[in-house]
């Protein structure tokens, strides 16, 4: 048996990843063309920033996917994780500017417990990942209902909001540009950065193969775990841009993680893990929000936003299947 | 394995997303014109003509206390009710699920701390929103000896019969709120209703609108009788105005969805000249929608919830207020008392519905109060005011 230490990998690496982020590349392409059309005013600086500004939450998602998915895994929880952040800042916070920042932290460590709750019980206790995040989805809606009375409570302080709602102004060229647009840029290039890096490579290894990985000495469970907690933390950063641009909502993450799952497949990652890279995810996700603007211009109702996502699941699932069985 | 996982993921897309059951003529459609569709089943020409003209009906009863004021009152006989108190005073709740119910109820708790004297025990039952608990609650309320029922229905038709099976039991039942399709409650309480509510915002986002401009139309939900009727009235007055009312949209009272359906709207159309909707709650976040796209706020209307009555004073907006004031759950105490005393009550207890306008806003602005507080509770002079509400 070959021994699978990480400096040998990226020799392997290119030659199994038939899932690169050409093929969404030219998606995003056809799709800002058809834009263009439609609404050339869409892509003057400003509303293409507010665009990118607002989509930042769902990209990061996608990227926390990424890292869950492309290992082997689910996380389901993150669409209930975002909520339960949004109207957990809102109760504490409770409008005063002062309790901002200890919250934040708050949030962020909430979103590594959970993520960490989810890794621990997946790869010790050995429940499909499928379910661990389907059981934390519904612990997580069941709790804030009860936590709440079922109805929000508290307000989320200015300074909070900040993050997702305000911007740079009078950026030259660009115009405004978003502070979420920032951490969006900032975390991934940290998100590809880390791909690169040993612990990017030791991940793919474990989706692709985890029992080769495991015979080679990686420690599946503690890089599987890690995943998870990648995760979480996307899911809180995302809370905090989300909350912060449209307020305290009890459907704040409501479908998130269809979404966020739906634009990692886009993104030419394969379900099952060991396949793609976290810029396509990303890319994806963006190409799936730019997908629902163009419906939007052509006054598409927005119900069918969801058979959209179900439609793109399957043919991304089949589309990547007949490729992984002919190669 | 992946394919598998996939279509899980498909059918627990289809009930987690909680998308609105398609917009209801979204567009403007050329077959109906202003693009306001096929008027309400639940529409009745009589109500609207009839609540319309309560708008301008002066009330009878004390004017500092508009929760025991009555209009146009037609009162009913209820000696046979007559009972030695203190009473057992029971509820069923509808649901506690949204501010205007939180706050209402409260205001009900200290209502009943108010009269603590002639009340020693009320029971309070939540039914979370769902039709069969609320059955399953009202018939466990008729066993544990309630000297009188009040109900906040869930839903009109499905709580109906429920609501008859307890005037069976023969203990006064009164219904507040939502109504049933009975008439066997002692007294129906609640404001002038869903269509002056829906005419006096519609009113006022067309006249203050320029002319031809597109109207944005915001619903929470269908299918419930008081919200079904604030539209169906809102149809009406725009239709008559000849408004180009572009979207019809449910928004479930969320502001996440609120903002990106309003965003949306505005990059389709470049702009929109009013906004409309069926309660307030999202009141704030359609404001925001505007503000974060760099557009004016068009004259719009919204409810008397404190964080859309302090941004419409900052911010100098043309709006205005019409209520459903939720002074209206004190009054079902009051009635429930006055009944069980054999005194005459009015049925239907109709309560006068204020609008907050321009001109009596500062009068409505509580800086103490949270921001999702409703300024019409009535509930200055009660009890634990104002920690019990904060």
Known sequence: MQTVQPRSLPLRLPRVRPGGVLPILAILAVLLVLVGIRQPDFLAPQSLMSFLGRSAPIILLAAGQYFVIVSGEFDLSVGSLVTAQVVVAARLIDSDPARTWPVVLLLLAFGVLVGLVNGLITTRLRVPSFITTLGMFLILVGAVYLWSDGAPKGGLSEEFRRFGRRAFEDVPLLGRVPYALLVLVVLAVAAVLLMRSDFGRTLVAVGDNPRTAELSGVRVWRTRTFAFILSGLAAAVAAILLGGYSGVSFQAGAGLEFGAITAVVLGGVALGGGRGAVVGAMLGALTLELLFALMNFYGVSGALRSTVQGAIILLAVAVSATRSSSR | ?390
């Not at chain 2, 049933?180 to 269509?195: A, D, L, R, S």
């Not at chain 2, 974060?292 to 964080?307: C, F, I, R, T, W």
């Open chain 2, 1 to 390: 394995m992946a394919a598998i996982a996939a279509v899980t993921l498909l059918s627990l897309a289809a009930c987690a997303t909680d998308e609105p059951a398609a917009s209801p003529s979204g567009s403007a459609s050329a077959a109906t014109g202003s693009g306001t569709g096929d008027q309400s089943k639940f529409f009745v020409q009589a109500d609207y003509d009839a609540e319309l003209a309560l708008l301008d009906a002066a009330p009878t009863g004390p004017a500092d206390k508009p929760w025991e004021q009555v209009l146009n009152p037609t009162m009913v006989d209820t000696a046979k009710f007559k009972k030695n108190g203190p009473h057992k005073i029971c509820f069923s709740n509808a649901a506690l699920n949204n501010p205007w119910r939180q706050v209402g109820f409260k205001t009900m708790q200290a209502e009943v701390e108010a009269q603590k004297s002639r009340i020693k025990e009320f029971v309070h039952v939540d039914a979370e929103g769902k039709d069969q608990k609320q059955i399953a609650d009202i018939n466990d309320l008729l066993g544990k000896g309630c000297d009188a029922l009040i109900v906040s229905p869930n839903t009109t038709a499905t709580l109906t019969p429920a609501v008859e099976a307890a005037c069976k039991a023969g203990l006064p039942v009164v219904v507040f709120d939502r109504g049933v399709n009975t008439k066997c409650p002692v007294t129906f309480i609640n404001p002038i209703g869903g269509y002056g509510f829906g005419h006096v915002g519609a009113e006022f986002v067309s006249q203050k609108m320029k002319p031809g401009g597109k109207v944005l139309a915001l619903r929470i939900l269908p299918g419930v009788d008081v919200l079904e009727t604030r539209w169906s009235a809102a149809k009406v007055a725009f239709d008559k105005a000849k408004v180009d009312v572009v979207g019809v949209e449910f928004t479930d009272g969320d502001p996440a969805k609120t903002k990106k359906i309003v965003d949306d709207y505005i990059q389709r159309y470049g702009t929109i000249d009013g906004v409309w909707m069926d309660a307030g709650a999202v009141a704030v976040a359609a404001v925001e929608a505007f503000q974060d796209a760099g557009k004016p706020v068009p004259p719009m209307n919204g409810e008397d919830q404190l964080d859309f009555l302090k941004i419409w004073k900052d911010k100098k907006l043309t709006a205005i207020a019409p209520t459903y004031p939720t002074y209206q759950w004190r009054t079902p105490i009051i009635a429930a008392l006055r009944i069980l005393d054999g005194q005459q009550v009015s049925n239907p207890w109709k309560l006068p519905q204020p609008t907050v306008t321009q001109d009596n806003l500062d009068q409505y602005i509580d800086a103490g109060m949270p921001p999702l507080h409703y300024a019409m509770c009535g509930c200055t002079d009660l009890p634990g005011y104002p920690q019990r509400w904060k």
